[in-house]
């Protein structure tokens, strides 16, 4: 008697955290019950985006005809005499494979050491995060295709403390560009920017016009009452991108874009009124953070309120991802115990005024703090703000060179300028006499130092 067939019975899909560890998915939305009792952010059962490394290696070189050193550029910002003002008022599986530098997977040991940019967890990153996904570039622009992947590989790992497959720079903030055109044209403008840096300004692409279509885009979608929540999101995701292109930048339109996120704010109601999800938290994370970091480089009344009200709020990535990550608990302690010194030092100087004494223990305690990072360890490159206020209030020659230089091996790593204008502007405020209120001086510059 033949062997009867067994009928095909078609596979179901399960969340992609659960297929790349070969286990059973019971599909449960928004966040399957296996990621939930494991405490992994769950991708759920819809599109898929990833951003990570790997892929069609090469697929991505410039040709000479092709290359984006054809032509030049000033490189001038646009100038915007002011913000726009804001009121009340598919089924199918698509996955993208840009190459990254996904450092860390919550599974790998901990260390602080031994974890530079020379490290081979460093430079290839856990074997989940580069899971080999199909590179698909039919819904890419390829004109854009370059710029995606240039911030994928060197913008969103800059952005938190610990580079993985959930830094929402990459797996949120990129899925969303291929949605939305002011979304995408923020991004483009960050990479633009930044890469033209590398190549001194000699990019066919201009940065200053994709900044400017982006500035547009949030000017047209002023009335935010007429517009659904994922159109409202679009215009906190552009603005909070359109922060880190000025971080790269260095220019002075740091307090017109944040005024616009505050602007936005108010006028959705508050946090309450950005909805819920993944991209809800993790916009909540940013602006959180941003706003603490934003405040004392805008004025010194505003540095203190902020710190006073908002400073355990902006803990909030720093938690999320030690979540994430339970063996590097160390390195989210000390960043963590950085910043409230930092803290500390920035409400004492300005509550007490320019004849106020700080115990200089308090500096030369940040110090021994921050040395516990090595040189290229993971975390370090967060760290900027908490040293650049430190800095600013220390007095010893030997403090001063060493903060100076940890700023100067930051710039070195990641290229943004506004960087060099933190030490312009720590030159100027040490300058002067040992009475300074240095907290009044570092709006003057109208550059966002993070």
């Given at each position: ?26 599909r ?18 819809g ?15 410039w ?15 646009p100038?915007?005499?002011r ?18 530098n996904?450092?860390n ?50 913008i ?34 960050v990479?633009a920017?930044h ?16 900044y ?10 002023s009335?935010?009452?007429e ?59 940013q ?5 603490v ?21 902006s ?22 115990y ?16 320019p004849?106020?004494?700080l ?45 100076k ?45 993070m």
């Open positions: 008697m033949p062997r009867q067939k067994r009928r095909y019975v078609p596979k179901v899909k399960g969340c992609y955290e659960c297929s790349q560890r070969r286990i059973h998915c019971d449960v939305q928004p966040r399957c019950g296996k990621c939930a009792s494991r405490g992994i952010l769950c991708s759920g059962l599109i898929r985006y990833r951003f990570r490394d790997g892929g069609n290696q090469g697929k991505i070189a040709q000479d005809g092709d290359s984006p050193q054809g032509g030049t550029w000033s490189g001038d910002l100038q915007h005499q913000s726009p003002s804001f009121h009340r008022g598919c089924s199918s599986e698509g996955q993208f494979d840009w190459t990254s996904v450092t997977d919550p599974a790998e040991p901990n260390a602080l050491a031994g974890l530079g940019p020379d490290s081979s967890e460093a430079s290839t990153g856990s074997s989940d995060a580069k899971a080999a996904l199909p590179l698909s570039i039919d819904l890419v622009d390829p004109s854009n295709e370059f710029l995606l992947t240039y911030f994928s590989h060197h969103a790992p800059q952005m938190v403390v610990m580079d993985d497959k959930y830094n929402g720079w990459r797996y949120l903030i990129l899925p969303f560009a291929l949605s939305d055109k002011m979304v995408m044209d923020a991004v483009l403008a990479s920017f890469l033209s840096h590398k190549t001194r300004g000699t990019l066919s692409v201009r940065p200053d016009k994709l400017a279509k982006a500035i547009l885009g949030l000017q047209s979608r009335s935010l009452n517009y659904d929540m994922l159109t409202k999101q679009s215009i906190f995701v552009a603005i909070i991108t359109l922060l880190v292109g000025v971080m790269v930048n260095g220019c002075s339109d740091f307090p017109i874009l944040f005024n616009m996120l505050q602007s936005a704010l108010d006028a959705v109601g508050g946090e309450g009124g950005l909805g819920n999800g993944d991209m809800t938290d993790f916009l909540l994370r602006i959180r953070k941003f706003r970091y934003a405040a004392p480089l805008l004025s010194e009344e505003a540095g203190v309120r902020s710190i006073v009200a908002h400073a355990k709020e803990f909030d990535c720093l938690h999320y991802n030690g979540n994430l990550h339970p063996d590097h608990a160390l390195t989210f302690y000390l960043n963590a950085l910043r409230q010194q930092a803290y500390d030092i920035y409400l004492e100087r300005a509550l007490t005024g004849h106020g004494t115990d200089p223990e308090k500096i030369e305690r940040f110090k021994e703090t921050l040395e516990l990072f090595p040189e290229g360890s993971l975390g370090e490159h967060s760290l900027v703000w908490p040293t650049f206020i430190a800095a600013s209030e220390s007095l010893k020659d030997e403090h001063r060179l060493y903060f230089q940890f700023l100067e091996k930051q710039f070195h790593r990641n290229g943004f300028l506004n960087l060099q204008q933190a030490l312009i502007l720590l030159e100027k405020i040490w300058a002067r006499s040992s009475y300074t209120n240095w907290p009044a001086l570092l709006p003057e510059p109208r550059v966002f130092i």
